[in-house]
């Protein structure tokens, strides 16, 4: 495209080493072939479109753990008239289903191991944190150091807007000659695949992404555009996560991009495992919830701390009050209180409400008579 900008469509494509038709055809559309194709639909009757609905679905959420094999066999045992080889087809319905609409797996939680900490020791290189004498270490950093990509954006925004204030009349000069923008946005996003791993998440560019956990052991496609990844399963979009950079271009360090509403059914069952939990840090969705983990783990045995720190985590996710439970944390830490896991789950479980009284007139019998009556003098 760029030859394009100064040369005619054939020397531009002969330039490039390309057909002019192809060069036409790029002009005409600049997306990438994979972003122009349209899914490819099926090709022939679904052989399971009598009972998937009606029988399988309700088989499969009655009881998940039900294997391919068991389910074709009673369905072949219910209609008869079924194909014996609709077992792969079975089985890929099936998966598909468990990944979109199944319940949540099991996830493993990768632990950190400080040494001391459990008899453990290694040649453990502790420059990465950061540990400074008589502030020399700051001196010699900086500060690269964003809240947000809001924060970063503004300030690139300001560092560009300054250097452009002294070009603005040579900018204001160029601008009536600049032509139209292509009709259609070229393709930036960049695609791979990726598997979910028993963690509930996958790497990708030293970011780690946790996912719902029913896509454990799925290959997801991924979009990866400045600001988010765009993940599907097949051709189904499934969700979309904000995208994470790994500090110093990932040299030996990851990043992590973490929603706990992924996780916490798992950590319901293993609350022990946030203790050493390797992003244990990035879990915690606000601010307030990462000083209540240290409040409570200041106060309280390590085991006890992981139980009441997971309830408040899960109380967030059930109740829908991630916001409102952090608002009343930061009060009871400002009080120097610690948070009461069964206080704040009475706190925040809805009232339930008497119904309405509604009352119901009947009408007089007689009207039912007069009716009749007029009906019949008629």
Not at 27 to 55: F, I
Not at 77 to 86: K, Q, T
Not at 131 to 159: E, K, M, T, Y
């Amino acid at each position: 495209m760029t030859l394009r900008r100064t040369h005619g469509r054939a020397t531009a494509a002969a330039m490039a080493g390309f057909s002019p038709s192809t060069g036409g055809r790029i002009e005409a559309d600049p997306r990438p072939p994979s972003e122009r194709a349209t899914p490819r639909g099926r090709r022939r009757p679904d052989p399971l479109a009598a009972v998937w609905d009606s029988e399988i679905v309700p088989m499969l959420q009655a009881a998940p753990g039900l294997r391919p094999v068991t389910l074709l066999e009673e369905l072949r045992r219910r209609h008869p008239d079924l194909p014996a080889g609709i077992r792969r087809t079975l089985e890929r319905r099936i998966r598909h289903w468990q990944a979109v609409a199944g319940p949540a797996r099991e996830v493993i939680f990768r632990q950190d191991h400080p040494p001391g900490r459990q008899g453990l020791y290694d040649f453990t290189e502790a420059t990465s944190l950061g540990v400074s004498i008589a502030g020399q270490a700051l001196l010699l950093r900086g500060h690269r150091d964003f809240a947000d990509l809001a924060a970063w954006r503004g300030f690139v925004d300001a560092v560009v807007g300054r250097a452009n204030a002294a070009r603005r009349r040579l900018v204001e000069a160029e601008r009536p000659h600049l032509a139209q923008l292509p009709p259609q946005r070229a393709g930036a996003a960049e695609e791979t695949l990726v598997t979910v791993t028993r963690s509930s998440g996958f790497s990708l560019r030293h970011v780690f992404y946790t996912v719902p956990s029913t896509l454990i052991g799925h290959r997801l496609r991924v979009r990866l555009h400045d600001d988010r990844l765009e993940c599907f399963l097949g051709t189904t979009p499934v969700f979309t996560l904000p995208r994470g950079r790994a500090p110093g271009g990932g040299r030996g360090r990851r990043a992590h991009v973490i929603d706990y509403r992924h996780v916490i059914h798992s950590l319901r069952r293993k609350p022990g495992a946030l203790l050493n939990l390797t992003y244990r840090d990035q879990l915690f969705p606000r601010t307030a919830y990462r000083r209540a983990w240290d409040a409570l783990l200041a106060a309280l045995p390590a085991q006890a701390a992981c139980r009441a720190m997971v309830g408040l985590l899960a109380l967030a996710h059930d109740r829908a009050c991630e916001a409102e439970l952090a608002t009343t944390l930061d009060a009871l830490l400002d009080a120097g209180e610690l948070p009461d896991l069964a206080g704040l789950r009475e706190r925040f479980t809805p009232r339930p409400q008497a119904p309405p009284d509604i009352a119901v007139p009947l009408p007089d019998i007689a009207t039912y008579d007069a009716l009749l009556a007029a009906g019949a003098a008629t």
